[in-house]
Each structure stands twice: as structure tokens, then as C-alpha cells.
């Protein structure tokens, strides 16, 4: 039995804009694998929450006339996955969101409440953040588009203005073009998981598969919110593909992190995976993208 | 034959579409719900409570402290009683408790209408504490000035017992011995049944029922009747399906707190529904156990003295106390005898919660350290680990003193020998040596040691009744009870085969009630088929032999003359068929001159006792690099004697292989320095292994009937867990060359060991 005293449900985006104004204090839920787990605990204990789940209209995936790809925010983990049009151009989100808790959550779970969260060890969120993904948030003032990178503004605090919802994660052509990434969850077991850390790592080559034309690097875990690694990608941008490369990776990347100490593991543990996590991610990125190291 | 035939559990259909009925399912929507105030200090004097506030939330409909709680001390291990003093376990518990001894302990209670109004009320209440310092070492405990949990126990020492065989001290003179001195170590688990501990309690006739997620319904009425204050027989328990115990459930648990609330709110139904949180914080975990062990070896190996200290954490109550951590020492100079050993066991009170029975009793960590031990010593002197063992373990014909266990057969030689062979150990052994690089694969053993039942310990018994329908088919009861493993499809397999009725002819009574039930001890040790298969035959014998009596009366043959085959009364003679049990129960039943209800109800008492033996081996990937320990293969071989029905042997096998992976590889209870708090007590944090985290679980039997079982059973309920961590720490060992004495090898240990090793240096 859950704790709460209230539930508005919204079938458009419209009637959410409007209970989100009627009910400044309500809390939003969509698949509810977050929002419950903390009403059981305690935390939430009481509330009022405005259900988006009926929305329709901004779940599923589709590509946009110039070419973006549009993730509804209620799409759920196991459609991402399963869905062509991820499977073609962004195969590694699939891959990243299949790692999310088991079945059942991925059936229930969706991609906004994942990023909405804000939690640092969302399995979208590293490859979200290593593709430049854009957050839609539509409000009583219309569409806002805010870069992912924006809109996590700390430890489970986002960008959502009062008034507002998340009604889709963005994916530009310049983005996903010639560009093949690969995921690492790191866990302490293979289901059932949350990740200890996480570390999306994509490339686009030359040509000849011999340089690398555009590397970018995602981090979940790494610091309080999910981060780009901007420093090891401006060093190795226009880097030959090589394992020299790979190394050099490995090191710089413990400057772009900033890991915690905590119960779950050392910090100390947690640098020296983000190192061999890069390494192996960018090996694997070189790979899929038809390079050879 | 209906014995060693894989039937389908006689549940199965039950279970797989939902129909089964557990004790929630059972439970009335309109009982009141009792939640627990926990204490949040881990060693504290309750000085106040303040339920002013928690009264006043709509919904609540009493709440209780533990200055209102009954004096009564009880004791909660699932034990038998026993009638002299000495040897009943210790009384040590109240209802609430007025001492906060860990993090968690029950101070308070609230009686509402719904979940939600408990809860609220629960928040509401205030305690103020004299909060007192604690300790969670167990050998921190033990030093004077550490704070003292239990007035009676001076250093926290619950007991302490020895073993003393041959001259440890003159033994080690000997020159040229060499020593090996290690410490190993082993960490606090959760069983993680699937079913939360769940009871419900109301009052009717003037006595106080109670129903309950329970292996031991006749142990838990004695422990609710301690705990109240009221004569035994005022109490009843009822035991439905239970969704795994584990041991956690071989335990009275919130029964005499629930059954207390009940005569709070003038008997009206109360129910008492732990939460996942509270199944791990509240309620019983695996004894972390320390051991410190120095052998004496000569250059080829041979043992010439040991010495061995264990240190069991009991945490804040007695519970099943010190016979955990003294059977485990107990298994040491019996495993690999050992002319002079000296051997110390401590049981120690300490501020975390409390040590009970878990599948294994004490054995995953005696086994755990004694097979790492045993590697160790291969190691250090370059001994072959298989042909170490088999050399220096227990002899065919070996008999312990104080249980009269026997090694009737060759046991230990022939597991390895199914084991090697299914691994392909020699070759991999080989293939594995001098391996560089960062992902290296090992290969390992572990022997295990078991007792079947607790015979001599405590007293061993178990009482069964059959009823006999008009149609020739039997109820039969039982007091050990179905607790997942598969026991209700083996009893009834017992009983078809000795009455000589087919199986589908026996309706197992599943559910026990103490008000119906004949009487029996539970499920716990691995002893339900070998004692309730004593009980079973020894009812089914009587049964047969009453029934053949009466069927002389219409077939005017000599009861001797005649035998039950599959369900008819047939002449042995000539093999005739006279009449079939169904013909002569419904002629007997409604006879007007001799009227009969065909009935059966024996108790057997066991004075003896089986051991129960097997191996482990898995082999291993270590990716050196992420710190993580893939498992490619592994299996385990028992010796569990006759099997009844294989295919349910096989399935426990599995679930204890599991529960063996997650105690080696990733499963440990984190508490926390400072407070003393359970930090990871959920299934989030608690990496309990999953389906995605086992390879192929390979079970394979030999089977070497025990003589001194009804059915040539013995122990395999808890045996398949013990070997597993050891076998894979011993295959790690292989990989890497790095030892690992601690549990479970979780990547954070793996990451220190191997920084430790210059594995990580540029």
C-alpha cells in the first residue's frame, strides 16, 4: 500500500501543463520504477502526483524531416531497444538501456523518467551525454530545447520549469552520422543492476579508418552528475587510431573525472575503472566503426 | 519401483498457475497491521516514549512500547526443547525491548487499520535513548572493557568450547616441520527467500492462533507460549506454504511479538507483514565467522598437528547460538584427522543483528577456510590439490566418537573422480599454468563434510499418520514440513512405495496445524528423508501389516500370505490379485459387524545419525584488468545415498550451487563504522547472484545407499552450498596466483588484491 494522497492523470500534453500549474507541488510520474520506490521509502511519503503515462503522443520513435531522431520521453527502455531506427543509427542506446534492472522494469521504465531523475547512474544517461542528445520540454510558454549537458544542473536536480514537462530526447544527423559507440556498464553482477559506473564511448573515423575524425566520451558515476569527458576528447580528436591512442585515453580521461568514495566503492577503484573502461570502449567503438587496432 | 523415479512435485500445478495459498494469500483483508518501531542507535537503554502524536493519526488503534511488553524471556532457535536445563537454548528475548542491542532492535509497536496509518504512526513515535558504545568485531568484543550486551556474559563470550586430541604442543617439535599460519575470513549473509517473513494472529475459544511463514510450527508454539507467559497447548500453529526459509524461518521470528499484539486489541486479527527491508535488517543472517589456522605439515604434506580458532559473530542475541560455530570446528579433525589437534571455538555477542540458522549451519565457512587451508598448504609445499586429498582425507571406515558416523563407502574418491572427469580437470590444469596476460582462467576444488540430522545433539524424532479413504488412498501427515525443497513429493514417494499403493494414491497433507498435526521438529539440518523417512516407514510397515490383518477377515488367507502391490491385495503365492485396497477399505469402513476406519500413527525416535559427502569444482575467468571472476564451469557431486526422486535432487543441487555463488562471489551485508547500520539491505544493494550471473549448473550423484537410513537417504537439503566459494576462491588461486582468505571475491577485494600484487602498475 503506497502513501499517496492524491493522482491526477493527463492524457495530452496540455491537460499535464495545466495539472503541473494547478498543482505546483505534485510530482510527476510516468512509469513509476522511481517515483514508488521512493513513496515506499518514505521519501516521498504523502504526495500528490500528476500521472503522464496515458500520453501517447509522446511515446515511440520517429525520425524528424532534417534528419533528428525523436525519442518520445515516455518511450520505454525495452521498445528503445527493439526499435529499428535506434538499431541502425544509435545501436548503442539500446544496447545501454537493455542493462537497466531486468524485464520487467525495462518494460515500465521510460527514457524521460530516466533522465528527469537525475541521477547520475542512469544507463541512458552516459551515451545521452556522449551523443549530444537534446532534451524537449514543453511548457505554458511552448517548446524548450535544452542540451543534455544543460540540463542536468546537479544531484538529482534537472532543468524542468514549473509548468513543464519532458516530451522528448533528441538525437541530431550530424550527431549519429557515420558514428559507432559501445557502452560499459559496470556492475557488480549482470542483471538486477544499477551501475557502479558507466562509460559510453563513440567515434567517427576517417575514411581510411585510420584517424579519428570525432571522439566523444560519456561518463555515468564519474562525478555527481553524468559528464563528457571534454578534455580527453579535445586531446584525441584527430588522433591516429592506434593503441598508443587507446593508452593515452586510458590516462587522460582520470582528469575529466571525478568519481566519490562511498560504500558502494573506493574512489580509488572507481579511477581505475573509468581508465580501463575508456580504453576498452574506444577499442570497441574503433571496431564496430570498421577500424583496426 | 516408486523410489528413485522423477515424479513432478505433487505441487507443482498448484505453484506454476498461482493457486497455491501462502500465508498473506491466507489472511483475512480485514486484519489490522502491526509494524515495528526500530531503534536507529545499535546499543542504547530505552529511556522514554513518547506516543502522543502516533496515537492521534486516523487509523491507528493502539500503539505499545516495550515498558508495556511482558517480562517473559524467550529463546528463538528452532531447536527441540529439551528437559534438562542445561541444554535448552537461551531465554534472552522480550517482545520489545527496553536494551537496544543493534541497530534495528524492536522498541516499539503500532496496531492500525491499514499499512498506511501503521507507518505514519510508526514515524510519529519518539524515543529517547541513554545511548551506550557499541562493537561489531567479534574479537573487539571479546576484550575487556568492550562494551557488554548481555549482563550475564563476561567478554561477550556466549560459550566457548575445545577439542583436544593427541599433544599439539610435543607435535610440533618434530624438526623439519613446516608451518603454515593463516587467517580466513568469512562475512554476514541473508537467506533472501523470495517470501518475506509474514504471520497474522487473533484470539478464538480462549486460546491465541497463530499462522506462520515457518519451517518449525511445533518449535514456534512452544516459543510463543514462553514469550506470553500461557501454557503450550493454549497456543496453535498453523504453517501454509512457505516461499523459502533457508533457515531464516527455522527460527521464531516477530510470531510471539504478533501474538502478544493480538491480546492487545482484545484478540481481533492482527498481521504482522515483514518488508524486504526488514527481512534483511530484523531478522536472521549467516554467522560471520574468523578463523585462524596453523598446521604443522611435513615436506610430502602429512598432517602432524593443527590448530584452529573460530570466531563466530553472534550479534545482539543468542538465537541458535554457539552450535553453528562448534559444528564447523567439530568438522575439522574429522574431514582430514589429524592426530594432534587443538581446536577453540568462540561464540560472541556483539551489536549487529543476530545470527541464526542458514542452510549449511556453519559450514559454507568452515568449509570455505578448511579448503582454502588445504590449498594453501598444496601450494606452499607444490602438492598435486587432488592427490593431497585424496591422500589425507577421511579413510573409508572411518568412525566419529561422539556421533558414530561412518564412512561406509569410498566416497570421497569417487565424487572427485566424477568431477575431474566432467571438468576435465587434469588437462585444464595443465593448459592453465604460467598464464600472463590480463584475462586468465583457473581451475579449483573443494571437498565437503555434512552431518545429515542433529542426532546426538538433540533429540531426533518424527511422528506420521495415515488415513485411509474409502477409495484405498491415503492422507498423509507428516510434522517436517514443505518448505520449497521438494519434501511433500518425497514423503509421498516413501509412503506409496512401503504401503504398495501407487503415488498418485497419497494426498500429502501439506499444510502442518500443532492442533492436527502429529508430531515432528520442521524442516531444518538435511534431515527430512532421512527422519521423516523413518517415520514414514515405520508407519507404513505398521500400517500394511494392521491393514493385511484386517483384509483376512474377507479373503480368509493368512495375513502372511498376502502383500499391497500397487494399490491391490494380492496372494504372494501365486501373485493372484484377491481384492483391491479400495474394495477392502470401502467394506471395512461401512462393515455393520466390524466397522473400521483404517488409521496409522507412529513416531520414530533416530538414534543415529549419517554423514553426507561431495565435492565442488569450478573453473574460472578472471579479467584482471575490471577486477571481475566469470565462472565458466562448475559442478558439484554428491553422495546423498539413494536419491528419491532425482530430478528434485538435482534442483536442489542448483539452488544450493546458487546460494554458493553469491556467498563467493558477491554477496556480503555492509554495516556501517559509525552507527552501526545495515547500509545495503535491500535487493539492490545486496548483490544477491542472478540467473544472468551462473553458467551451466552440472549436479551429479553417487550414490552409495547409508546403511542406516529407512530408504538409503541422507543429508542433501543444505550440503550442495558448502563447497562452492572454496572451490571457486582455490580456481581464482589458479588463475592469478593470488590468495584470496576473505568472502565474498567481490570485485572491491579483487581490485585490492590484485593493486596489492603490482597487477595495476605501469
Given at each position: 500500500m503506497y502513501d499517496v494522497e492524491a493522482i491526477y492523470e493527463a492524457k495530452t500534453v496540455e491537460e499535464a501543463i495545466k495539472l503541473r500549474q494547478e498543482h505546483p507541488k505534485a510530482v510527476i510520474i510516468a512509469g513509476g520504477s522511481d517515483v514508488l520506490i521512493k513513496i515506499r521509502e518514505g521519501k516521498l511519503a504523502g504526495c500528490e502526483l500528476i500521472s503522464i503515462y496515458g500520453i501517447d503522443s509522446i511515446r515511440g520513435i520517429r525520425m524528424e524531416d532534417d534528419g533528428t531522431l525523436r525519442i518520445g520521453s515516455l518511450t520505454s527502455f525495452s521498445h528503445i531497444t527493439r526499435n529499428e531506427l535506434i538499431q541502425k543509427y544509435i545501436n548503442v542506446l539500446g544496447e545501454a538501456v537493455d542493462k537497466v534492472g531486468g524485464p520487467q522494469i525495462r518494460a515500465i521504465g521510460t527514457i524521460g523518467g530516466n533522465t528527469c531523475n537525475g541521477v547520475t547512474s542512469a544507463d541512458s544517461a552516459s551515451t545521452l551525454m556522449a551523443w549530444e542528445a537534446i532534451i524537449e520540454l514543453t511548457g505554458p510558454n511552448g517548446v524548450r530545447r535544452v542540451p543534455i549537458e544543460k540540463f542536468y544542473l546537479g544531484a538529482g536536480k534537472v532543468d524542468i520549469q514549473p509548468g513543464e514537462i519532458q516530451t522528448g530526447v533528441l538525437i541530431t544527423k550530424d550527431s549519429y552520422e557515420n558514428c559507432k559507440g559501445h557502452y560499459i556498464k559496470y556492475g557488480m553482477r549482470n542483471a538486477m543492476e544499477i551501475a557502479t559506473t558507466g562509460c559510453s564511448v563513440n567515434v567517427r573515423l576517417s575514411p581510411d579508418k585510420k584517424v579519428v575524425e570525432r571522439l566523444r566520451i560519456g561518463y555515468g558515476v564519474a562525478a555527481p552528475v553524468p559528464i563528457r569527458a571534454h578534455k580527453t576528447e579535445a586531446a584525441f580528436?584527430?588522433?591516429?587510431?592506434s593503441m598508443e591512442t587507446a593508452n593515452g585515453i586510458a590516462k587522460t580521461v582520470l582528469e575529466d573525472v571525478n568519481p566519490r568514495d562511498s560504500w558502494r566503492a573506493s574512489k580509488s577503484m572507481r579511477l581505475h575503472l573509468c581508465s580501463v573502461m575508456a580504453k576498452r570502449a574506444f577499442i570497441e567503438a574503433v571496431k564496430l566503426s570498421g577500424g583496426e587496432i | 519401483m516408486i523410489i528413485g523415479k522423477s515424479y513432478t512435485r505433487v505441487d507443482a500445478y498448484d505453484k506454476a498457475t498461482g493457486r497455491t495459498k501462502y500465508t498473506e494469500d491466507l489472511c483475512d483483508k480485514h486484519a489490522l497491521v502491526a509494524k515495528i518501531k526500530h531503534s536507529n542507535v545499535a546499543h542504547a537503554i530505552v529511556k522514554s516514549v513518547d506516543i502522543s502524536e502516533a496515537e492521534k493519526i486516523p487509523g491507528v488503534v493502539k500503539v505499545l512500547t516495550c515498558f508495556d511488553a511482558p517480562e517473559y524471556l524467550f529463546p528463538t532457535a528452532g531447536h527441540p526443547w529439551s528437559t534438562e536445563e542445561s541444554h535448552q537454548d537461551i531465554c534472552d528475548r522480550n517482545v520489545l525491548t527496553k536494551h537496544v542491542r543493534y541497530y534495528g532492535d524492536d522498541v516499539a509497536a503500532v496496531v492500525a487499520e491499514d499499512e498506511v496509518a501503521a507507518k505514519r504512526a510508526i514515524e510519529a513515535i519518539k524515543v529517547e535513548y541513554e545511548v551506550l558504545p557499541f562493537v561489531l568485531d567479534v574479537q573487539e568484543a571479546m576484550k575487556d572493557g568492550a562494551p557488554q550486551i548481555h549482563e550475564k556474559y563476561k567478554n561477550n563470550v556466549l560459550a566457548h568450547t575445545q577439542i583436544h586430541k593427541g599433544n599439539y604442543e610435543e607435535a610440533i617439535k618434530e624438526p623439519g616441520l613446516i608451518k603454515i599460519d593463516k587467517w580466513y575470513n568469512t562475512q554476514t549473509v541473508q537467506h533472501c527467500h523470495i517470501e518475506n517473513f509474514i504471520c497474522y494472529a487473533w484470539e478464538e475459544g480462549g486460546r491465541i492462533h497463530v499462522t506462520s511463514s515457518t519451517q518449525i510450527p511445533h518449535v514456534t508454539r512452544r516459543c510463543v507460549a514462553q514469550a506470553l507467559g500461557v501454557d503450550w497447548g493454549r497456543v496453535r500453529v498453523v504453517k501454509p506454504y512457505i516461499g523459502g526459509g533457508f533457515g531464516n524461518k527455522q527460527d521464531a521470528l516477530y510470531e510471539p511479538l504478533c501474538a502478544w499484539l493480538t491480546t492487545q486489541v482484545g484478540g481481533r486479527l492482527v498481521k504482522l507483514d515483514c518488508q524486504r527491508e526488514e527481512t534483511f535488517a530484523n531478522n536472521r543472517v549467516r554467522h560471520a565467522i574468523r578463523y585462524h589456522f596453523i598446521s604443522w605439515v611435513k615436506p610430502d604434506g602429512t598432517l602432524v598437528a593443527r590448530k584452529v580458532e573460530c570466531f563466530s559473530n553472534q550479534g545482539a542475541y543468542a538465537s541458535h547460538g554457539h552450535a553453528i560455530c562448534a559444528k564447523g570446528l567439530g568438522s575439522f579433525p574429522q574431514l582430514y584427522p589429524c592426530e594432534n589437534f587443538e581446536g577453540d571455538g568462540w561464540t560472541v555477542f556483539t551489536n549487529r543483528q543476530v545470527g541464526g540458522a542458514m542452510r549449511g549451519y556453519g559450514m559454507p565457512q568452515a568449509t570455505f577456510a578448511i579448503e582454502a587451508h588445504t590449498e594453501d598448504i598444496c601450494t606452499e609445499l607444490g602438492l598435486d590439490p587432488i592427490a593431497y586429498r585424496r591422500k589425507t582425507v577421511m579413510p573409508v571406515g572411518y568412525v566419529d566418537a561422539f556421533s558414530k558416523n561412518e564412512l561406509y563407502s569410498d566416497t570421497f574418491n569417487q565424487c572427485l573422480d566424477a568431477g575431474m572427469k566432467y571438468i576435465d580437470f587434469e588437462r585444464k590444469r595443465e593448459a592453465y599454468k604460467n598464464q600472463t596476460g590480463d584475462i586468465r582462467r583457473g581451475i579449483g576444488v573443494s571437498l565437503l563434510w555434512y552431518n545429515t540430522a542433529v542426532w546426538p545433539i538433540a533429540l531426533e524424532t518424527s511422528s506420521c499418520r495415515m488415513v485411509m479413504n474409502q477409495d484405498g488412498s491415503i492422507q498423509l501427515q507428516v510434522g517436517e514440513t514443505e518448505i520449497g525443497q521438494g519434501a511433500d513429493t518425497a514423503f509421498s514417494q516413501m509412503a506409496a512405495e512401503t504401503l504398495g499403493i501407487p503415488f498418485e494414491k497419497v494426498h500429502i497433507v501439506s499444510c502442518q496445524d500443532t492442533d492436527v498435526t502429529p508430531f515432528g521438529t520442521g524442516a531444518y539440518a538435511s534431515r527430512q528423508t532421512y527422519a521423516a523417512g523413518m517415520g514414514i516407514r515405520g508407519c507404513a510397515e505398521a500400517f500394511k501389516a494392521h491393514i493385511l490383518d484386517v483384509a483376512y477377515r474377507y479373503t480368509r488367507m493368512q495375513s502372511y500370505l498376502m502383500d499391497i502391490v500397487d494399490g491391490n491385495i494380492i496372494r504372494k503365492t501365486d501373485g493372484r490379485v484377491l481384492m483391491t485396497l479400495g474394495e477392502l477399505a470401502l467394506t471395512v469402513l461401512y462393515d455393520r459387524e466390524h466397522n473400521e476406519h483404517l488409521t496409522m500413527e507412529k513416531t520414530a525416535q533416530l538414534k543415529t545419525n549419517a554423514y553426507s559427502f561431495g565435492c565442488c569444482f569450478a573453473e574460472v575467468e578472471v579479467d584482471i584488468p575490471m577486477c571481475q571472476v566469470k565462472l565458466l564451469n562448475i559442478i558439484n557431486v554428491h553422495d546423498a545415498g539413494t536419491l528419491i526422486n532425482p530430478a528434485l535432487a538435482e534442483a536442489q543441487v542448483h539452488g544450493g550451487m546458487s546460494m554458493g555463488i553469491g556467498y563467493g562471489l558477491s554477496e556480503k551485508m555492509l554495516y556501517d563504522a559509525k552507527t552501526g547500520k545495515l547500509l545495503n539491505g535491500n535487493l539492490l544493494d545486496y548483490k544477491l547472484s542472478t540467473m544472468m550471473d551462473h553458467p551451466h549448473l552440472e549436479a551429479q550423484f553417487v550414490e552409495n545407499p547409508e546403511p542406516t537410513s529407512a530408504y538409503g537417504t541422507k543429508g542433501l537439503g543444505e550440503p550442495p552450498v558448502n563447497p562452492v566459494a572454496s572451490a571457486i576462491r582455490n580456481a581464482i588461486l589458479n588463475a592469478t596466483g593470488v590468495a584470496f582468505d576473505e568472502l565474498p571475491m567481490r570485485p572491491h577485494l579483487l581490485y585490492e588484491k590484485f593493486s596489492q600484487a603490482g597487477f595495476f602498475q605501469d
Open positions: 580528436n584527430g588522433a591516429s587510431v | -
